[in-house]
């Protein structure tokens, strides 16, 4: 009788636990921003990512595109941003580093700037200040006009996702997933000069999607050059592309914000598409250049 009475209170104290239990909990729906609370998330492995990356790269040879830019100064590190509105922009592309961009002003679509580089020389001329510039992509930064830092190069690395290098970068895979964020992150890990391990790269992946989303790219002390936003992916020609890409870069003082108008993938470009000579009349600046260089 003892014992039944044991199990009585047992079992009743085991019901009241429960019932106490389920008052205290509740269910949740994790909702992410774009999806739908029951949407399921995608996976991937890291051979897979890689492979998304190489077949984009290896499927865009050439482009011609007609863009909108807002350019603006400043950064998020001063706590200050200008925007300029309405700048009309033609980039030409070429495989593998081939780039022109042609500027005008608005409303007068006038041409504001042309730039131009293959490889490490870049070439920009300013016609309002019948100005050419010639220099390296790396060249000093000018600290009273940051548009003046727009580099061609810079375009060319946010507009293309490269694939990592085998033979000097390593790829590695986290999952950054919880209530907020559903990403993939490929870190694109190379060498410092001394050896020492860096992150170079990121290319954020939606987990909704495995579209990219995001590149960030770092100097060797762990410093963002450059952080790229992709959104809007479109299909041009069968060619996928990002009809939106905002441009930031910290250091150079300035970010541009780039909407694709219209675009033309892997059409025949030849040299004299990314030749810029120098005008009659305007004043040559060689960046790094001594004054007694200069003409």
């Not at 482009?63 to 001063?78: E, H, M, R």
Request: proline share 6%; net charge positive.
């Amino acid at each position: 009788m003892c014992h039944l009475r044991r199990f009585a209170t047992l079992a009743g104290l085991c019901l009241a636990l429960l019932s106490l239990t389920a008052c205290l909990t509740r269910r949740r729906l994790i909702t992410r921003q774009g999806a739908k609370p029951d949407r399921t998330l995608a996976t991937a492995s890291k051979e897979q990512l890689l492979k998304r990356v190489s077949d984009l790269y290896a499927s865009t040879q050439s482009f011609n595109a007609t863009v909108d830019l807002t350019p603006a100064v400043g950064s998020v590190y001063k706590g200050e941003i200008t925007e300029y509105k309405d700048v009309r922009a033609y980039i030409l592309f070429r495989a593998p580093d081939s780039i022109r961009i042609i500027g005008q002003y608005p409303v007068i679509r006038g041409t504001a700037f042309d730039m131009t580089s293959s490889g490490p020389l870049f070439r920009l001329y300013i016609p309002s200040k019948n100005r050419f510039i010639e220099g390296r992509e790396d060249s000093p930064l000018s600290k009273t006009n940051q548009l003046e830092n727009l580099r061609p190069e810079a375009f060319l690395n946010a507009m293309l996702i490269r694939p990592p290098d085998p033979k000097t970068e390593l790829p590695a895979l986290e999952d950054f997933t919880d209530e907020s964020n559903a990403f993939y992150i490929l870190h694109i890990v190379g060498k410092n000069p001394d050896d020492s391990l860096m992150i170079k790269r990121n290319i954020w992946f939606d987990r909704l999607s495995l579209r990219i989303v995001r590149q960030e790219a770092f100097d060797a002390a762990g410093s963002i050059l450059s952080d790229t936003r992709y959104s809007d992916w479109q299909s041009y020609g069968g060619i996928p592309f990002p009809a939106g890409i905002d441009i930031n870069r910290p250091r150079d003082g300035y970010g541009v914000v780039v909407r694709v108008v219209k675009i033309e993938m892997n059409p025949k470009l030849t040299d004299d598409k990314f030749t810029l000579e120098q005008p009659e009349g305007s004043q040559l600046e060689v960046l790094g250049a001594a004054k007694s260089d200069k003409k």
